[in-house]
C-alpha cells in the first residue's frame, strides 16, 4: 500500500498564516521522501481535502492518512472534518482514509508548547 499524508489546517484569508504550516509539510517531506504530502484547508485557502485527496489519490495512494493542525478538537474538527472525509472515501471507494489526533492533543507537541512558553521565561534562579 502506497501511504499519502494530509495535513489540514483551518485556512486565513493572509497567505502569510500558512508559513508554519508549509514548513511543517516541508519537514515531513525531508524526513520522508517517499511520501507524497499535501497541505489541506477548511477554509479561504486551497487545496480543500477533497481536492487533497483525489490528489493523492491520483497519485496511486491506497492509503491517507489526515492530521489536523489544530491545537484542540472543536466542532471544526468534530463536525467538518468526518463529513468531508466521507466526501473524500465516496469519491474513492477504494482509498482507506484514517483520522488521527488533533496535532494539539498529542503528548509531544504540548510538551513542545510547554518547553516554548518555559523559554520565554529564561534560565531558573
Do not use: Q
Request: hydrophobic share 50%.
Amino acid at each position: 500500500m502506497s501511504h499519502g499524508l494530509i495535513l489540514f489546517a483551518h485556512g486565513a484569508r493572509d497567505p502569510r498564516w500558512a508559513l508554519p504550516f508549509e514548513a511543517v509539510a516541508a519537514r515531513v517531506r525531508a524526513a520522508r521522501p517517499g511520501v507524497p504530502v499535501r497541505l489541506a484547508y477548511l477554509e479561504f485557502m486551497a487545496p480543500n481535502l477533497p481536492d487533497a485527496g483525489a490528489e493523492l489519490a491520483g497519485a496511486g495512494c491506497t492509503r491517507i492518512e489526515v492530521v489536523p493542525m489544530f491545537l484542540g478538537t472543536g466542532g471544526h474538527v468534530r463536525k467538518d472534518l468526518p463529513a468531508l472525509l466521507d466526501r473524500v472515501r465516496a469519491a474513492h471507494p477504494g482509498l482507506h482514509v484514517t483520522l488521527h489526533t488533533a496535532v494539539g492533543e498529542m503528548d509531544s507537541v504540548m510538551m513542545a508548547m510547554a518547553a516554548a512558553a518555559l523559554a520565554t521565561l529564561g534560565e531558573p534562579p
